[in-house]
């Protein structure tokens, strides 16, 4: 997900900026085991080479921490936007998701994702590089000392799947309720005006403040669980972190090791120690997105089939016993209608008795209880049945931010001139470049 959404660019960069923030693994250690080593043989010279090695190296740091940053606010704004993109480009070509969904899987899915993936991964591949760099300095200063730090220090790494498929349900819990809270909240917005006129408004606010508080609540639940794991796993990392470094004061203190070497050991696996916790921490919690990570692993990498396949014929139009129900409540009577090309229905009824129901099930927006439809004797898809038929909402909607002409046409490239006889005739035409706003 990582590689289909971001700037292939702004990863290698992102990558070659941290490949130089690597070198403090190296430079910060070195400076204070030559510092160490000139106080101890009272070399004046060598502390000015240090001084001025050190000043060079963390000018260079210096650039890789702002390309780092800066091309992290990179990756992230590629991500956000292509998948963002994706979700809504799905919305809109298909029917998988829901109208109530598709604000809180933009914006809270997407944060999620971001925060709980995307950043625990870039910070993963950090960290490793990091951690790498210091593992082979260490082992280069002492190899036997070197090894027992990273072996005491990598210990609670190994423990960074403890909590992580709790963690993963409350992730997947929290996704659920921000779309139901979102969902509602909207909902309360398009109602206001009767809520208003009824006199609903403090029914309404209490129910909101419920939703409200069992979303805060989610996420509370789900910070309270992050932090129960990596309290575990530092206090693993506490006795881990103690033990190497008595090992190195016996070892300085029966001469098998300088302390200069000695201090540069324990800078560097302090080092080594934090990139694990980082490590244990951030792995956790990427593991904890593996079901909202399936969701739109599967969501998105179906095949966008913008272009169904072209029906020739679709008549007769048969429906056999065609029924609705929903909550134990009738909404469409049993009816078969056989309709041959050419014909003209007209469906009459009085309000509620189920026209609109029957016309969506036709068009694909609702799926009967029972009975069969076909077109020429074939089953067709909603997406297939949507290609060639239409038909005009009962609802409808003014898009605020377009004008009048494209408010009537949605993108179609159609005749300007048949569309200026339309706005002329209805006495509209004085408004054709104006939006709902002016």
Same mark, same amino acid.
């Given at each position: 997900?990582?590689?289909?959404? &971001?700037?292939?660019?702004?990863?290698?960069?992102?990558?070659?900026?941290?490949?130089?923030?690597?070198?403090?693994?190296?430079?910060?250690?070195? #400076?204070?085991?030559?510092?160490?080593?000139?106080?101890?043989?009272?070399?004046?010279?060598?502390?000015?080479? &240090?001084?001025?090695?050190?000043?060079?190296?963390?000018?260079?740091?210096?650039?890789?921490?702002?390309?780092?940053?800066?091309?992290?606010?990179?990756?992230?704004?590629?991500?956000?936007?292509?998948?963002?993109?994706?979700?809504?480009?799905?919305?809109?070509?298909?029917?998988?998701?829901?109208?109530?969904?598709?604000?809180?899987?933009?914006?809270?899915?997407?944060?999620?994702? *971001?925060?709980?993936?995307?950043?625990?991964?870039?910070?993963?591949?950090?960290?490793?590089?990091?951690?790498?760099?210091?593992?082979?300095?260490?082992?280069?200063?002492?190899?036997?000392?070197?090894?027992?730090?990273?072996?005491?220090?990598?210990?609670? &790494?190994?423990?960074?799947?403890?909590?992580?498929?709790?963690?993963?349900?409350?992730? *997947?819990?929290?996704?659920?309720?921000?779309?139901?809270?979102?969902?509602?909240?909207?909902?309360?917005?398009?109602?206001?005006?009767?809520?208003?006129?009824?006199?609903?408004?403090?029914?309404?606010?209490?129910?909101?403040?419920?939703?409200?508080?069992?979303?805060?609540?989610?996420?509370?639940?789900?910070?309270?669980?992050?932090?129960?794991?990596?309290?575990?796993?530092?206090?693993?990392?506490?006795?881990?972190?103690?033990?190497?470094?008595?090992?190195?004061?016996?070892?300085?203190?029966?001469?098998?090791?300088?302390?200069?070497?000695?201090?540069?050991?324990?800078?560097?696996?302090?080092?080594?120690?934090?990139?694990?916790?980082?490590?244990?921490?951030?792995?956790?919690?990427?593991?904890?997105?593996?079901?909202?990570?399936?969701?739109?692993?599967?969501?998105?990498?179906?095949?966008?089939?913008?272009?169904?396949?072209?029906?020739?014929?679709?008549?007769?139009?048969?429906?056999?016993?065609?029924?609705? *129900?929903?909550?134990?409540?009738?909404?469409?009577?049993?009816?078969?209608?056989?309709?041959?090309?050419?014909?003209?229905?007209?469906?009459?009824?009085?309000?509620?008795?189920?026209?609109?129901?029957?016309?969506?099930?036709?068009?694909?927006?609702?799926?009967?209880?029972?009975?069969?439809?076909?077109?020429?004797?074939?089953? #067709?898809?909603?997406?297939?049945?949507?290609?060639?038929?239409?038909?005009?909402?009962?609802?409808?909607?003014?898009?605020?931010?377009?004008?009048?002409?494209?408010?009537?046409?949605?993108?179609?490239?159609?005749?300007?001139?048949?569309?200026?006889?339309?706005?002329?005739?209805?006495?509209?035409?004085?408004?054709?470049?104006?939006?709902?706003?002016?």
């Amino acid at each position: 997900m990582l590689k289909r959404f &971001v700037t292939k660019k702004h990863l290698i960069l992102y990558f070659f900026s941290i490949a130089i923030t690597w070198l403090e693994a190296i430079i910060t250690p070195a #400076l204070v085991q030559n510092i160490v080593a000139s106080f101890t043989n009272q070399e004046l010279g060598l502390l000015w080479k &240090v001084l001025i090695l050190g000043i060079l190296g963390n000018l260079i740091l210096l650039l890789g921490l702002a390309g780092k940053r800066y091309y992290y606010a990179r990756l992230i704004t590629d991500f956000k936007y292509g998948i963002k993109s994706a979700i809504f480009k799905r919305f809109l070509n298909s029917y998988e998701i829901d109208e109530k969904d598709i604000l809180s899987d933009l914006e809270n899915d997407v944060k999620q994702l *971001e925060e709980n993936y995307i950043e625990p991964t870039i910070i993963i591949i950090s960290s490793l590089g990091f951690t790498t760099v210091s593992i082979l300095y260490a082992l280069w200063t002492n190899f036997y000392l070197g090894l027992i730090f990273i072996l005491f220090y990598s210990f609670p &790494v190994l423990c960074s799947a403890i909590g992580s498929k709790r963690l993963d349900s409350l992730s *997947e819990k929290r996704s659920t309720v921000n779309q139901s809270y979102l969902a509602s909240l909207t909902n309360f917005i398009g109602g206001s005006q009767q809520i208003r006129h009824y006199q609903g408004q403090d029914y309404f606010f209490a129910r909101y403040q419920k939703q409200l508080q069992t979303s805060l609540d989610t996420e509370i639940n789900y910070e309270k669980q992050r932090t129960l794991n990596s309290l575990l796993i530092n206090s693993i990392d506490a006795f881990c972190s103690v033990t190497p470094i008595v090992i190195g004061g016996f070892m300085t203190y029966y001469n098998y090791l300088d302390a200069a070497s000695f201090v540069a050991i324990y800078l560097v696996s302090h080092n080594i120690g934090y990139q694990f916790q980082e490590l244990a921490y951030f792995t956790n919690t990427r593991k904890a997105t593996r079901t909202l990570l399936n969701k739109y692993q599967e969501l998105l990498g179906q095949s966008d089939s913008t272009s169904p396949r072209s029906i020739e014929n679709i008549f007769p139009i048969q429906l056999n016993t065609i029924s609705l *129900e929903k909550d134990g409540n009738i909404l469409l009577s049993p009816i078969s209608i056989h309709i041959k090309q050419g014909e003209k229905i007209a469906i009459i009824g009085e309000s509620g008795s189920g026209k609109t129901t029957l016309l969506n099930i036709i068009h694909g927006e609702e799926t009967s209880t029972s009975g069969h439809i076909s077109f020429a004797g074939q089953n #067709l898809s909603r997406k297939e049945i949507t290609s060639f038929s239409s038909y005009i909402l009962q609802d409808s909607h003014y898009f605020d931010t377009l004008s009048l002409d494209d408010n009537i046409l949605l993108g179609l490239d159609k005749n300007k001139e048949t569309l200026n006889h339309i706005l002329k005739k209805t006495g509209l035409e004085h408004l054709k470049n104006r939006n709902a706003q002016q």
